[in-house]
């Protein structure tokens, strides 16, 4: 497990993820925290060739298991790591205002300043 001093120094080599980056592990980590550690599936090869989400599984932040095996179908089910998590958190006071609904589910404009 990466530890938060660990995290830094990878942005600190790497830089930190893109903003849509940022965005789609934080959403797949909310999702993964409110559904008890299920797995969000795709279609294995549109997991492979997307921009947006090879970086997360480069970086480890993000992992897949393969399910139906050698059908004409495989099916990635991803789950945010224990480092995506970690990374998610340490960057939430700045990725969830991106996010066009605040936790509630309501415009962020609508409910005015969390404080």
């Known amino acids: 497990m990466a530890t938060e001093a660990e995290i830094i120094a990878e942005i600190e080599e790497l830089g930190r993820l893109t903003e849509d ?45 393969v399910f139906n095996h050698g059908g004409a179908h495989e099916i990635a089910g991803l789950y945010v790591t224990l480092k995506g998590i970690r990374y998610s958190i340490m960057f939430a006071d700045e990725i969830a205002p991106r996010r066009p609904l605040n936790p509630a589910g309501a415009p962020w404009e609508e409910c005015g300043p969390l404080l």
């Open 21 to 65: 980056q940022e965005l789609a592990l934080y959403n797949l980590t909310l999702k993964q925290d409110e559904l008890g550690r299920q797995s969000t599936s795709m279609l294995l090869e549109k997991v492979l060739e997307d921009p947006l989400l090879k970086p997360l599984i480069d970086r480890e932040l993000v992992t897949y298991e």
